[in-house]
């Protein structure tokens, strides 16, 4: 029901956003050398929909992800969120606004607090927020995890006891808790086997429908983003190479480097043997990337002008961005 | 007061299932541990062992490793763990072997065992034999061969590629060091100019554009599909028979795991030799392997040629893993998923270990531990499903 | 939050009469109970709580009992009369010439250092004190010392190293550059130094004493808490679940209350446990040197120093019940609390766990 009320407008827009980390501290020289861990990317994302978020280890996914909650200053850009700028509320207010959305991260070990019952894990910022009242805490506790599989008999155990499936169960209970309308999903599966992602996937796909959650996926694993998202954008050393719709990426795939992911996925079938894109060549480093477009060091359909004139992210079919000079710039 | 309750055994039942060991089982256990470990590296400590007592006859002369019944199992103070529980399969030679299973269900103990690497002295393999035939033609008996000769066979006839490669390379070396230092350990008559060679060699091998430049740099300037590659270089560097890769690829992302597994298959074709390749991974296993083992909490529970296991699994567990990958024709409708999760090593229950998640599950399948039934010559898989023998009319009348 | 967004929180508790029932009546493995139970796996630290426990009781039950027994004072003194009879031998020529022979039978009355009897167990030292009783309050003096001293070190060492490693940038330069200047400083030298120059000044009254030195104790101790407790959180910071921490939208002093130093703790009671034995250390090396616990009122350190062989050879040699059970006494305190320390560093240690 919550599905039905779900209007056309966009929940979270993401523009220019950047994020650049100083390569070392104490440099002494004036121009320091920067990591563009995420370097002007631009996205929204339509209320009550997945978007998936994929690319190489080390491009910036994590980072961006981080910046869109403001876990961390950004160096440029903007993020608004549910019509406000987060970039410019003030600390006091934005903490007030966390609860909206949340966060589910990769290491289902590192992102529980050893010292806390599961039921305070869960619990604490539900208090803090006040969310339900004071009465009907304990319940609706319960119902949250409940909704999420977990036995109410969990309530008093200490994260150490449960396995790594269980604790990602934890770890959305705790987003869920908190009545979000975003939230981001940092490679919530890459620490758990394949029977254990089947249940993750399906429980976050449950709670999308049952409460109309909007999410950022984050992945590295393209057949699970296939079948997560709904719009996906590609990522490659911090700048966005394709966006668009999950079917037109997958159908059409536009971007050499789109290209090759696609290619390089492992089918489980022995008889489907792919004609795979094996890229020669090493990630560059992200602290001084290749001139003109990023991908060009890899890419098989390199020409001149692509050392000297970076790409520009450009729509070519309706909802499908590319950016790349295989396609006219104007 | 709680703390005493650390003294105490409390237990209830329907609720909380869970064993929890007081301190004085504890010390129990340690002690019988202690016992049976010490008998354990006593075998293997001996010094002078006529080689009559390790030597053995392959069953198929075609086969590079043989495990039979394998146990291996980790002396805990918590219980025993029996990480490896009766695994049996073999590696032909110049074929790829993939060994897929939830993490933990002793994948890597397996492979672990068969280098004699397992870390003792807690672990320790317990019963049943492996036989690897070496390149001079020589069959040991790897469960008997005591440690000084062991660490002539390693390395040089097996060699193994580990998951995390920044782990298996000291960092305080150069690539060119440790490259060095094992030809020089494993060949004879090798100068440290010739062995410099071969290491320049091997590294042009595994496809490195400069293998002069990344000779002389240390693994942490090397990205991660490139320390992967100098640990394949690494291995191969003594022509070695048989390659045990353990998650070669997990660490990395799909495009260097597509660069690396066709290197793998390359080379497997060039040094004819046969590879384990240990994953988790369905997708790497259909493009890589020729036979297929699932094991699943320390047993096999289903092996054959990649096509049997694709085509007609027949295992629930197998089906099930299956089915709950998202490919691309799986997208709208919810995914398939096992339900539940691996239970709990230490208190492993007599009936079939599956039965918990098992969607299938039926009264037989609280009996005995089912038997492997045979489908084909090659295909294999332990469930009563296929069991007629010990199906009662009830069962067969549900299917 | 608007209403609409209240009402649907609320449908998850709609039906709230079906609570499950929570009866806490399973067992719960905490981390604390874990920790204890490996704590007591080991059969070394168990001798090591075995030990403090003798002490504690030692000290801070024995002188009620000696007192409602025997009525024993820490500063009675007890002139014990020797019976030993001393016959003295004259002879004298007395006036009419004839030599007599005087013989004199008296018995010797002030014996201070009394051998170890039944009324005096470990006898009486040079100041007819009874030895057992002052050895009990001689250890409540240290063990008191030392707990408030490593109480003082850690609560200080924890408020400047949480400042540091919370807020970091200049705040951390400032106060780990404080701590380097502390470290480098010789310890013990300048604790001699001070408590002579605290015991000349004559303004203050011997009892204080005490006071200034648990106040330099700490001063020179306080460093070594806020370096660990700077690398706690440090690395804790680093930790996903407090970035989960923020994503909730707690406030900062939760975060750090109910995240950051409950997280920090296992390390802090390993060095607070393991400095115990280092202070009472200190104590009686001053109590030794007569810097420390002022004469009337016992202490170790300062029952060995009668001992001082400066002082003459004679105690040394012929009364070692008088030094050798303190010297007991420390050598059981300050291994006990480092076996204890090191049990629980293993308990504690991550590693350890299966
Ligand atoms: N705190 C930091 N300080 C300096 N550089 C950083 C920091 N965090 C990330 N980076 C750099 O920013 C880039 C992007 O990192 P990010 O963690 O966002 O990658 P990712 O796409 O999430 O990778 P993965 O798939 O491995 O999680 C990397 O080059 C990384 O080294
Ligand atoms: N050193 C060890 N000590 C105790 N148990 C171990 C040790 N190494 C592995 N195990 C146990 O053996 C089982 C199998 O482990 P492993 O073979 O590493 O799994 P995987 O299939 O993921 O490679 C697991 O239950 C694991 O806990
Ligand atoms: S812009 Fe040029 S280098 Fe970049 S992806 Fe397109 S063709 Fe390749
Ligand atoms: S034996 Fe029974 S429980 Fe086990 S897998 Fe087969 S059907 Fe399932
Ligand atoms: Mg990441
Ligand atoms: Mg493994």
């Not at chain 2, 870390?119 to 005591?146: F, H, L, M, W």
Request: net charge positive; with cysteine; hydrophobic share 40%.
């Amino acid at each position: 029901m919550e599905k039905a009320k779900i209007d056309n407008d966009y929940i979270l827009e993401v523009k220019n956003l950047k994020k650049y980390y100083p390569v070392s501290r104490f440099s002494i020289s004036k121009n320091r050398a920067y990591v563009k861990a995420v370097d002007d990317i631009s996205f929204k994302i339509k209320r009550g929909t997945t978007m998936g978020l994929v690319g190489e280890s080390g491009c910036g996914k994590t980072t961006a992800g981080r910046s869109i909650l403001r876990l961390h200053d950004i160096t440029g850009g903007q993020v608004v969120f549910d019509g406000k700028d987060l970039s410019k509320i003030s600390p006091g207010k934005l903490r007030r606004m966390r609860p909206q959305m949340q966060m589910i991260f990769q290491d289902p070990y590192s992102s529980l607090s050893p010292r806390m019952p599961v039921g305070e894990i869960i619990g604490e910022a539900v208090r803090e927020h006040r969310i339900v009242p004071k009465s009907q805490y304990r319940s609706y506790i319960l119902k949250v995890m409940r909704d999420c599989g977990l036995q109410p008999q969990y309530f008093y155990r200490y994260p150490h006891e449960f396995s790594g499936g269980q604790r990602q169960r934890i770890s959305i209970a705790r987003a869920v808790a908190l009545n979000p309308k975003f939230i981001v999903c940092d490679e919530p599966l890459s620490a758990l086997d394949v029977s254990i992602q089947a249940q993750i996937i399906n429980l976050m796909k449950d709670l999308q429908e049952q409460y109309g959650y909007t999410y950022l996926f984050i992945s590295h694993d393209l057949s699970v983003v296939e079948y997560i998202s709904d719009t996906i954008g590609v990522m490659y050393l911090g700048s966005m190479m394709e966006m668009g719709d999950k079917k037109r990426i997958f159908e059409n795939p536009m971007h050499p480097y789109t290209k090759a992911l696609l290619s390089a996925v492992p089918i489980s079938d022995p008889d489907v043997k792919m004609n795979r894109i094996i890229l020669s060549g090493d990630i560059p480093s992200p602290v001084n990337p290749p001139s003109g477009c990023k991908f060009r060091t890899r890419c098989q359909s390199c020409m001149e002008v692509c050392a000297r004139k970076v790409p520009k992210l450009k729509e070519y079919e309706e909802g499908h961005m590319v950016a790349c000079h295989l396609y006219s710039q104007d | 007061m709680g703390l005493l309750n650390i003294f105490k055994r409390k237990k209830i039942e329907g609720i909380d299932n869970t064993m929890y060991l007081t301190l004085r089982d504890e010390r129990r256990i340690s002690k019988e541990n202690n016992k049976i470990i010490k008998y354990y590296e006593r075998m293997k400590a001996r010094k002078n062992v006529p080689e009559e007592e390790y030597l053995t006859q392959m069953r198929d002369p075609n086969n590079v490793v043989e495990f039979e019944n394998l146990h291996t199992y980790f002396f805990t103070d918590v219980g025993t763990v029996k990480s490896v529980n009766g695994v049996s399969f073999d590696v032909p030679q110049g074929k790829i072997v993939g060994i897929v299973g939830e993490s933990g269900c002793g994948k890597s103990v397996t492979s672990l065992s068969l280098m004699q690497l397992v870390q003792a002295p807690t672990g320790q393999i317990v019963e049943g034999s492996i036989r690897y035939k070496a390149n001079d033609g020589k069959c040991y008996e790897i469960t008997k061969v005591p440690r000084d000769k062991m660490l002539k066979i390693r390395g040089k006839d097996i060699s193994m590629i580990f998951q995390e490669p920044m782990t298996s390379l000291n960092p305080v070396f150069r690539i060119g060091e440790q490259m060095d230092e094992v030809v020089l350990l494993h060949e004879d008559g090798m100068t440290p100019e010739s062995a410099k060679k071969r290491s320049i060699e091997m590294l042009r091998l595994v496809g490195i554009a400069m293998p002069e430049k990344i000779y002389s740099k240390y693994p942490h300037e090397l990205s991660g599909g490139m320390r992967q590659r100098v640990m394949i270089a690494m291995a191969l560097s003594c022509n070695p028979r048989l390659i045990i890769a353990d998650e070669p690829t997990t660490a990395l992302d799909v495009t260097i795991q597509a660069q690396i597994l066709e290197l793998l298959r390359e080379i497997k074709e060039k040094i004819n030799g046969s590879i384990m390749l240990i994953t988790h991974d369905l997708g790497v296993i259909a493009e890589m392997a020729d036979l297929v083992v699932v094991m699943y909490a320390g047993r096999i529970i289903e092996k054959g040629t990649v096509r049997e296991i694709f085509h007609s699994p027949k295992h629930p567990y197998t089906i099930g893993l299956m089915k709950s990958k998202p490919s691309g024709k799986t997208t709208d409708d919810r995914l398939f998923s096992i339900k539940g999760q691996v239970p709990n090593p230490i208190n492993m229950p007599d009936h079939c270990y599956f039965y918990n998640r098992c969607d299938r599950a039926m009264e037989v399948c609280l009996g005995e531990y089912p038997k492997l039934i045979q489908f084909s010559p090659t295909h294999f898989a332990a469930c009563y499903l296929y069991d007629e023998s010990r199906l009662s009319g009830d069962d067969l009348a549900k299917e | 939050m608007t209403d609409k967004e209240r009402n649907k929180a609320m449908s998850y508790t709609d039906n709230n009469n079906t609570e499950p029932e929570l009866v806490q009546n399973f067992r719960v493995i905490s981390p604390g109970r874990m920790v204890a139970k490996r704590f007591f796996k080991s059969k070394l630290s168990i001798a090591g709580l075995i030990m403090i426990i003798f002490v504690f009781i030692f000290s801070f039950v024995g002188p009620l009992i000696i007192d409602a027994t025997w009525g024993y004072k820490e500063t009675q003194v007890f002139k014990i009369e020797r019976n030993t009879d001393m016959v003295t031998v004259a002879q004298f020529t007395g006036p009419d010439g004839r030599t007599y022979d005087y013989y004199d039978k008296s018995q010797t009355v002030i014996i201070f250092k009394a051998p170890p009897s039944a009324e005096h167990w470990l006898g009486t030292d040079t100041s007819g004190f009874d030895i057992f009783t002052r050895l009990m309050y001689g250890g409540r003096i240290s063990l008191v010392i030392s707990f408030i001293v490593i109480f003082l070190e850690t609560l200080v060492g924890i408020i400047l190293g949480g400042l540091a490693g919370y807020f970091g940038k200049w705040v951390d330069q400032l106060i780990m550059r404080i701590v380097d200047v502390f470290a480098c400083l010789p310890y013990l030298p300048i604790l001699l130094v001070l408590s002579a120059a605290i015991s000349s000044i004559e303004t203050i009254p011997a009892e204080h004493r005490i006071y200034y030195l648990m106040a330099f104790i700490t001063l020179m101790g306080w460093t070594g808490v806020a370096r660990i407790v700077r690398g706690q959180i440090l690395m804790l910071r680093e930790q996903e679940y407090m970035m989960a921490a923020t994503t909730t939208g707690i406030s900062s002093i939760h975060k750090i209350f109910r995240h950051l130093i409950p997280n920090t703790m296992p390390q802090l009671i390993v060095s607070a446990t393991l400095g115990l034995g280092g202070v009472i250390l200190y104590e009686s090396t001053l109590s030794y040197l007569g810097l420390g616990v002022p004469f009337p009122r016992a202490a170790w350190g300062s029952m060995i120093a009668l001992a001082d062989p400066s002082r003459g050879q004679e105690i040394l040699a012929y009364y070692p019940n008088m030094w050798v059970p303190a010297g007991i006494l420390i050598v059981v305190t300050v291994l006990g609390f480092s076996f204890i320390g090191d049990g629980l560093r293993d308990a504690f240690d991550p590693r350890m766990k299966r």
